[in-house]
């Protein structure tokens, strides 16, 4: 399902719709998205023909994200930096209209643990890289993943709790590493946990969605994306208490097909049908704290 995994890794059982498909489907509701691609997993010439797909084909994209991970990756900060200036300036005409950006952090908060000598934080360290060749402005957009528990066994009530504050430290992180505020943050996937668990499945999920969306865009966050579209069925990853659950909107029956609707359904259908309304109208919104 990936460009570097041999023919023996394929996966029979597994859909990746394309590029058409999606905007066929009625998925992007007639906005611009944000494309993901490849970068330390990809070549140049695959980013460029890709976007060259999409050019005559006058597909909305807002955004082309050149990430895949690389801070956990465990990849140098600066051969990220390179890859990405280089890939940038190769593909930075294909699609005019939409900005380039990345990295697609799986944490805000990564620090470089396992390369001795190098800076302590890993965003830092590529900021760092930029600005010392004039190309801080190159990345015209932020992006990370925001998992908030890799545990979700417990207290579900105080972790929701505790989600604020980690959001709040994630802002936070992002001006101390050096990012100027003005360059567009956005959660390019979030979710309980990158594992999969009971609550998931339930309610605390539909809270934290909620919880994220508002305060990230009160925040003055540009968006956030949830993980989970596609219908799916319980799993158990990593610990045996955390349950069976899923990132999911539906359940997905014998065939695959979407069936009962699940709370993180609900969440999104109130947070796109009643809280905003549909349309490009302006919305403003309200700090509060409970």
């Known amino acids: 399902t990936d460009p570097w995994h041999r023919a023996a890794d394929r996966d029979p059982d597994l859909e990746q719709p394309g590029i058409d498909r999606i905007f066929a489907s009625g998925l992007t509701f007639g906005q611009p998205v944000m494309l993901a691609t490849g970068l330390l997993y990809d070549t140049p010439a695959n980013i460029r023909s890709e976007l060259?797909?999409?050019?005559?084909?006058?597909?909305?994209?807002?955004?082309?994200?050149?990430?895949?991970?690389?801070?956990?990756?465990?990849?140098s900060a600066a051969d990220y930096g390179a890859l990405y200036l280089s890939v940038f300036d190769r593909v930075k005409g294909i699609l005019p209209r939409a900005q380039i950006g990345g990295p697609s952090l799986q944490s805000a908060s990564t620090d470089t643990w396992m390369q001795p000598g190098a800076p302590h934080a890993w965003d830092g360290w590529l900021v760092r890289?930029?600005?010392?060749?004039?190309?801080?402005?190159?990345?015209?957009?932020?992006?990370f993943e925001f998992y908030p528990f890799d545990n979700t066994c417990g207290?579900?009530?105080a972790k929701l709790i505790r989600q604020s504050v980690l959001l709040d430290n994630a802002w936070s992180r992002l001006n101390a590493d050096g990012w100027p505020e003005e360059v567009p943050r956005i959660i390019s996937e979030y979710g309980f946990s990158a594992f999969s668990g009971r609550v998931e499945s339930e309610i605390p999920s539909a809270l934290l969605m909620a919880d994220i969306v508002g305060q990230w865009l009160t925040m003055g966050g540009s968006a956030a994306y949830m993980f989970g579209y596609p219908p799916a069925r319980p799993a158990n990853q990593q610990l045996k208490c955390a349950g069976y659950?899923?990132?999911?909107?539906f359940l997905a029956d014998r065939r695959g097909q979407a069936s009962q609707p699940m709370p993180s359904f609900f969440a999104a259908r109130l947070l796109t049908r009643a809280w905003t309304q549909t349309g490009r109208a302006p919305h403003r919104g309200i700090g509060a704290s409970v």
């Open 52 to 75: 060259r797909y999409l050019a005559p084909r006058h597909y909305r994209v807002g955004r082309v994200e050149l990430g895949e991970e690389p801070d956990g990756q465990y990849a």
């Open 245 to 249: 659950g899923n990132m999911m909107t």
């Open 155 to 157: 207290d579900v009530s």
């Open 129 to 143: 890289y930029l600005r010392q060749r004039g190309r801080l402005r190159a990345m015209q957009f932020v992006s």
